[in-house]
Nanobody, 125 residues
């Protein structure tokens, strides 16, 4: 059974940092493409970053140069290092994996995914 559990959210001031974690179980993160997504109140869920089995990464333009996605295969955990946080980064953050074809293809907002419960990030100005 696939399970994803996020942690690491919190409240920080603008310019601060947080590291989110996503502990996976039921499969190996090393062979799947994984992603981080976020959703702010009143807004649609958006993709933040993805990392595939070759550790190739993609980032939303809004977070490039500030966020870093990575994974620890031994811990079967996905991470999102968030630096230089801005108030507009405040949202619920989710990790995800595609339900079908997830080894070859990365999750997106239009695919059927496994989701975690989310972790809240608040950034004050």
């Amino acid at each position: 059974q696939v399970q994803l559990v996020e942690s690491g959210g919190g409240s920080v001031q603008a310019g601060g940092s947080l590291r989110l974690s996503c502990a996976a179980s039921g499969y190996s993160v090393s062979i799947y493409c994984m992603g981080w997504f976020r959703q702010a109140p009143g807004k649609e869920r958006e993709a933040v970053a993805t990392i595939d089995s070759n550790r190739s990464t993609t980032y939303a333009d809004s977070v490039k140069g500030r966020f870093t996605i990575s994974r620890d295969n031994a811990k079967n955990t996905l991470y999102l290092q968030m630096d230089s946080l801005k108030p507009e980064d405040a949202a619920m953050y989710y990790c995800a994996r595609r339900q079908v074809g997830g080894i070859r293809y990365c999750p997106s907002t239009s695919t059927s995914n496994y989701w975690g419960q989310g972790t809240q990030v608040t950034v004050s100005s």
